[in-house]
């Protein structure tokens, strides 16, 4: 197991704990193998050196298959909930119609191309769980929200690069609420 799963916060090892084998992060593929963590050794100091980089579970209150993915260019949070074509929001936006950070900024079906999975807005089906999933959700790289990796560039560039006194890193925890609570509209 990497150093970084090692000294992730208790909190978040504790939340990870209660998704239980509904969850995967990617330092482990589907077969429970090791992969890697993105590298943000030059993103400095924070709380996103010992989160992981992607994570995908069942949400216990609505049974929609949840997923966050890191941005690999700014290093902020995204946050989705796939939606089965049996849901009236299969096929729609949801953009003025759904309450979470920073609205819904993202619709579209699963990306199924050559990327890695870990790339990808796209889950690895469980047993039982559909293929063909509609993927609505959010970003955290709105006025206010810090992009840690964004950062990193701007200052290697000599730009003015925060973090700005108005900007707050939107952390896993915060992101993983913020699904729950869109997944929980989507299925009402």
Known sequence: MSDKVETMSDEMAERLDKMGERHHAVCFD????????????DWGDGPWQYEPDRLQWVDETTGLVCL???HEVSGHWCGYVGVPTSSNWHGKTGNDELDVHGGATYASPC??????????VCHTPAPGQPDDLWWIGFDCAHAGDRRPRAESTMDSLGL??????YESYKDLDYVIGQVANLARQVAA
């Not at 589907?30 to 050794?41: A, F, I, L, Y």
């Not at 990306?111 to 990808?120: F, M, N, T, V």
């Open 68 to 70: 966050t993915l890191r």
């Open 30 to 41: 589907q077969h429970g193998v090791e992969t890697d963590w993105m590298d943000k050794d």
């Open 160 to 165: 003015p690069s925060g973090p700005f006194p």
């Open 111 to 120: 990306q199924k191309d050559e990327r890695p999975i870990d790339e990808r």
